[in-house]
T-cell receptor
Framework: GEDVEQSLFLSVREGDSSVINCTYTDSSSTYLYWYKQEPGAGLQLLTYIFSNMDMKQDQRLTVLLNKKDKHLSLRIADTQTGDSAIYFCAESINSGYALNFGKGTSLLVTP | GAVVSQHPSRVICKSGTSVKIECRSLDFQATTMFWYRQFPKQSLMLMATSNEGSKATYEQGVEKDKFLINHASLTLSTLTVTSAHPEDSSFYIC?????????????FGQGTRLTVV
């Protein structure tokens, strides 16, 4: 499938903002997702955005989408140690299709 | 939100035996479920698409005779790893997508950690 790229690691201090970036190549991507995975656990849907949107905010989470550059970001405000996890960016072109995942960004929040 | 339940969460089996993993949609009907596999520190790779009442569609490189998928009802899909070998040890996750009005969400099971010894 098409590529979804993410940086592999990010380390931030508790209380700071975290920004996790993602790029994708499929211009027909319609749905873009952010998932969180804690060690040994399944995937937790954090938020998603449609390709006709530029921004979506949900409490501490802000998703920005630059469709022209095929760039997606997830900003976590006031990052807490409990936010330490792997964050996956995913895209799909159709509601009935499977998701195409990035390799995940490992976020480490230090006190 | 919709709930997808996967069972078991962990299983250890001997090489050569078969293991069945269940994926249930608890509060919605899923005509399509997806099975993914995740290697340590890797992304999720789609193995197959499970369609209720019909044969599953497997991704390239996935052996359909080894990874048997059955989607007999609108709320249950099963993945059976047949004649398991240590290289089949992995984290298996199922997913179902829910279409709500114009929105769609993909919900995942908790995953199954398979260890073949």
């Amino acid at each position: 499938g098409e590529d979804v790229e993410q940086s592999l690691f990010l380390s931030v201090r508790e209380g700071d903002s975290s920004v996790i970036n993602c790029t994708y190549t499929d211009s027909s991507s319609t749905y873009l997702y952010w998932y969180k995975q804690e060690p040994g656990a399944g995937l937790q849907l954090l938020t998603y955005i449609f390709s006709n949107m530029d921004m979506k905010q949900d409490q501490r989470l802000t998703v920005l989408l630059n469709k022209k550059d095929k760039h997606l970001s997830l900003r976590i405000a006031d990052t807490q140690t409990g936010d330490s996890a792997i964050y996956f960016c995913a895209e799909s072109i159709n509601s009935g299709y499977a998701l195409n995942f990035g390799k995940g960004t490992s976020l480490l929040v230090t006190p | 939100g919709a709930v997808v339940s996967q069972h078991p969460s962990r299983v250890i089996c001997k090489s050569g035996t078969s293991v069945k993993i269940e994926c249930r949609s608890l509060d919605f009907q899923a005509t399509t479920m997806f099975w993914y596999r995740q290697f340590p520190k890797q992304s999720l790779m789609l193995m197959a698409t499970s369609n209720e009442g019909s044969k599953a569609t497997y991704e390239q490189g996935v052996e359909k005779d080894k990874f048997l998928i059955n989607h007999a009802s609108l709320t249950l899909s099963t993945l059976t790893v047949t004649s398991a070998h240590p290289e089949d040890s992995s984290f298996y996750i199922c997913s179902a997508r829910v279409l709500r009005d114009t929105d769609t969400e993909a919900f995942f099971g908790q995953g199954t950690r398979l260890t073949v010894v």
